[in-house]
């Protein structure tokens, strides 16, 4: 899919064209001398069509990630800005996945060539139908669609750029690859690929705007209290009560986003804390811990526990939350190094922000072990935003 396709596939025409013309040569009825300077002159068209071909490609280096895409990257130019929250939870249906492979290709002549495969792959779980994909590049790497060589031609939204392409039908993935014109190592966050629904929900078109005087509604600036006053008869500010309820149904939305993660849901499966008071179980956690340090049983201690009037649902209860809170101590002690799986950093995530860790402290601890910071901070965003918006069963 390289630029030089083209030139190669030429470059292969020429040379069944040569092979033509040196069997002519070597048929014809011309001199010794003849013929050795046509061939030496079909020797010589073959050298210089060879300066243009690519002699060795090496991969530099190869950044691989999963790419998130964030309410701010979807535009106006991808879709209108009151839907844009709508597209964005449409997003937590798809896994981007983007490899960038920086790579110098050395022709026969020694130019050196230095540019970035790029290759996407969106999977989902389901078929999806009739949606366009976006690609949004950041003007840093590529200043002008122009400066990207795509193989599976794309309609320009906009040159400085932004593409698209229309898909009916695709099932569990679909892949795109392209080659952007810049010599240092591309970045695969200044990347977007944003998948666009097209049915009604998400790209519906308002049609002409009518107005009916006593259908209840003040259609303005078609109808006001003159024309029409029993449609625009003083009523209750709506619009402040709408904003207001936005605010606190956005308010309740982030705040169950945060409680009810997975992590958080695994703690709402504890039995209610039959302690009075925070520091009741503490007590009771303190003594238990201590005691197993000193290796007595789980026996000995409830004895002695219930010899101090503590009941054994108290008992139960604080053996439990110990155990889930050295738990997450011990999971959220030390952060998985860069080699771990995805997997591995999206579970350590959760268990910090469970155990009330702050964002700074998290990511920090990841990047001392390696992660990327603008990548650890996509994937934190994502755990909070994809609750946030995951729909309800």
Known sequence: MLELKDTISQAITELQTYSTQIETVEKSEASYE??????????????????????????????????????????????????????????????????????????????????????????????????????????????????????????????????????????????????????????????????????????????????????GVCTRPLED???????????????????ILLVVIVAVGLISAYKFSPSFRALLKRKKNPFKSEADLNAVMNYIKASLEQKKTIEEIGNVLASKGWTEEQINYALNELKLREELERKTKVAPEKSEKIEVLKDYIEKCIQKGLKKEEIINKLVEKGWDKKFVESVYKKIKFKSFFKPKK
């Not at 490609?57 to 106006?76: Q, Y």
């Open 34 to 215: 003849e013929k050795r300077e046509q061939l030496k002159d079909i020797y010589n068209s073959t050298i210089s069509l060879r300066e243009n071909l690519p002699m060795d490609i090496t991969i530099k280096n190869k950044v691989s990630d999963i790419v998130v895409v964030e309410p701010d990257d979807i535009t106006e130019d991808i879709v209108e800005e009151g839907k844009r929250d709508e597209v964005a939870a449409f997003q937590n249906n798809f896994e981007v996945k983007i490899d960038v492979s920086n790579f110098v290709l050395e022709k026969f002549s020694h130019e050196l060539v230095k540019k970035n495969l790029v290759e996407v792959t969106i999977t989902t779980s389901e078929t999806v139908k009739n949606v366009d994909i976006y690609l949004v590049v950041d003007k840093g790497i590529a200043e002008n669609v122009a400066d990207i060589i795509f193989e599976q031609t794309p309609e320009i939204v906009k040159a400085d750029p932004i593409v698209k392409w229309h898909k009916s039908t695709f099932g569990n993935e679909v892949k795109f690859s392209f080659i952007i014109d810049k010599e240092e190592q591309v970045n695969p966050y200044d990347i977007k690929m944003i998948v666009v629904p097209l049915g009604e929900e998400v790209n519906e078109t308002a049609g002409a705007e009518t107005a009916e005087c006593g259908d």
């Open 225 to 243: 209290e003159i024309t029409c006053p029993q449609d625009c008869k003083a009523k209750m500010p709506w619009g402040v009560i709408i904003t």
